[in-house]
Structures are given as structure tokens and as C-alpha cells.
């Protein structure tokens, strides 16, 4: 089956650090690979994305590679912000199938950004 | 634009009693999900539709009954109440897949649930 293996947390940095949250995966398929990103008290909110190899999805400052051949998709950002202080998710989802667009999510990574 | 809205937001229970949560998307997206969360874990697929009167189970359905009677609507009934349902519920929908591109998925904003 599909897996997500992010790396464990959490993580702490002062503002204005560099940031990467590695994430790896195993799919049978092609599948389309997500970061979401969740708020205190909220719901997940897309980050950025990728749907084949290759693919950079950027956001916010944030940028991923889809890279098929280490089967990875490691968040980056060259000057992280009090304001990113959240919990990320890897993830990813099949098309076609009997996959219909169910996700399989890491187990996410709390990111605390002090001043 | 709405998107998907959850309600209640939070709710506290007994042991044994019942509640449906409500989940409506605005988007007209034929799948929608329920997920769980719990503390410092990731996501789990509760049950899943891909359309009216079509629903599937997920990866953690035990103790759970979900109906979809319209695109817009996917409850999640919990009928006996247990301390292990004590979980944040997430609803989410999304667009069909097209081509070889998944789609990604647009999340409401939660449902607290405590069970004691």
C-alpha cells in the first residue's frame, strides 16, 4: 500500500532560518504529492503541490520538488517567519482507480519559529 | 464561498450516547472524506463517497455510519459513544481526479469531539 514517512519533530528555529522538513514516500502508482499546512485550531489548508516528477510547487515562499527517483517531496523555505509556525503534512493521492482522490497523509511535523 | 463547513465545532458526549456531525461542501465536488486527528498524529480516512448514495469505508471505520443523500451533504453518525472516539473530525471534498493529476482536497475546519 501507499505510505508517507515525514521526518520527526518537532522543529525549532529562529525567524529568518533556512527550513526543510524531509518527506519520503512509497505509492505503486504516479501518484500527485501535497504539503498541507494546519493553524492552531484549524482546518488543513492545501500549501503547494506537484503531479509528476519534476514538478516544483511553490507557495508563500515555501517551494517542493517531486523527485521520483528518491521518491521524495522535502519542504523548503529560505527565511521562515513567527507567522509559519504550524503543523505540516506530506501527502499524497493516486488518480484514477478504485483510488478516488483519497490521500495518504505523514504523520506531520510541528514547526515552532521563535523571534 | 463557503467551501466546507462543519458543524458543531466543539461538542462533549457521554459514553454510549449518539450524534451525527454535519459537513456540507458549496463546491458541488462528487467525493468528500472523514477524517480523524488525533493528538500528534496524522490524518486517518474515516469513510469516504464519490457521490450521492455511493459511500465507502476507510481506514478506521469501526463505530462510525456515514449517508449521503446529496452532493452537498456527508454526515458522520457516531451511535454509541466511546472514549476512544474522543478525536478533532475533519470533512473534506474534492473534484475527480482528471487524467493522471490528483486532486487536492478542501478541509472544513473541524469538529472537537470529546468523549467521557
Known amino acids: 500500500g501507499n505510505s508517507v514517512t515525514q521526518m520527526e519533530g518537532p522543529v525549532t528555529l529562529s525567524e529568518e532560518a533556512f527550513l526543510t522538513i524531509n518527506c519520503t514516500y512509497t505509492a505503486t502508482g504516479y501518484p500527485s504529492l501535497f504539503w498541507y499546512v494546519q493553524y492552531p485550531g484549524e482546518g488543513l489548508q492545501l500549501l503547494l503541490k506537484a503531479t509528476k516528477a519534476d514538478d516544483k510547487g511553490s507557495n508563500k515562499g515555501f517551494e517542493a520538488t517531486y523527485r521520483k527517483e528518491t521518491t521524495s517531496f522535502h519542504l523548503e523555505k529560505g527565511s521562515v517567519q513567527v507567522s509559519d509556525s504550524a503543523v505540516y503534512f506530506c501527502?499524497?493521492?493516486?488518480?484514477?482507480?478504485?483510488?478516488?482522490?483519497?490521500?495518504?497523509f505523514g504523520q506531520g511535523t510541528i514547526l515552532t519559529v521563535h523571534p | 464561498n463557503a467551501g466546507v463547513t462543519q458543524t458543531p465545532k466543539f461538542r462533549i458526549l457521554k459514553i454510549g450516547q449518539s450524534m451525527t456531525l454535519q459537513c456540507t461542501q458549496d463546491m458541488n465536488h462528487n467525493y468528500m472524506y472523514w477524517y480523524r486527528q488525533d493528538p500528534g498524529m496524522g490524518l486517518k480516512l474515516i469513510y469516504y463517497?464519490?457521490?450521492?448514495?455511493?459511500?465507502d469505508k476507510g481506514e478506521v471505520p469501526n463505530g462510525y455510519n456515514v449517508s449521503r443523500s446529496t452532493t452537498e451533504d456527508f454526515p458522520l453518525r457516531l451511535e454509541l459513544a466511546a472514549p476512544s472516539q474522543t478525536s478533532v473530525y475533519f470533512c473534506?471534498?474534492?473534484?475527480?481526479?482528471?487524467?493522471?493529476?490528483?486532486?487536492?482536497?478542501?478541509f472544513g475546519p473541524g469538529t472537537r469531539l470529546t468523549v467521557t
Open positions: 473534506a471534498s474534492s473534484p475527480p481526479a482528471t487524467g493522471t493529476s490528483g486532486k487536492e482536497q478542501y
Open positions: 463517497s464519490v457521490g450521492a448514495g455511493i459511500t
Open positions: 501527502a499524497l493521492s493516486e488518480a484514477g482507480g478504485t483510488s478516488y482522490g483519497k490521500l495518504t
